[in-house]
């Protein structure tokens, strides 16, 4: 079992930057994939990152070159680096843990891009 807790979410301006965190209530060493999903009002939850134990990222074509994510293991937290932030990016983002076909999510954090 994995309790996800982030934090790091906010308001801020178009164009504007932010920091979301992830920590984890056990080792995230042996986690196969941890990520970073998003869910807009009247829209479906969609995958923003992804990150390996090995390292390997993947992005949603809509935040490539503006997010970036990261793991810090000994600190057992998952970073999200948003950058260039639009309007379009406003949501609820989710941490999400994997390991063989098991996923825990996070209770989610609002970013909320706005002027």
């Known amino acids: 079992q994995v309790q996800l807790v982030e934090s790091g979410g906010g308001l801020v301006q178009p164009g504007g930057s932010l920091r979301l965190s992830c920590t984890a209530s056990?080792?995230?060493?042996?986690?196969?994939?941890m990520g970073w999903y998003r869910q807009a009002p009247g829209k479906q939850r969609e995958l923003v990152a992804t990150i390996t134990s090995g390292d390997s990222t993947n992005y949603a074509d809509s935040v490539k070159g503006r997010f970036t994510i990261s793991r810090d293991n000994a600190k057992n937290t998952v970073y999200l680096q948003m950058n260039s932030l639009e309007p379009e990016d406003t949501a609820v983002y989710y941490c999400n843990a994997w390991k063989y076909g098991t996923n825990w999510w996070g209770q989610g954090t609002q970013v909320t891009v706005s002027s």
């Open positions: 056990r080792s995230i060493f042996n986690i196969n994939v």
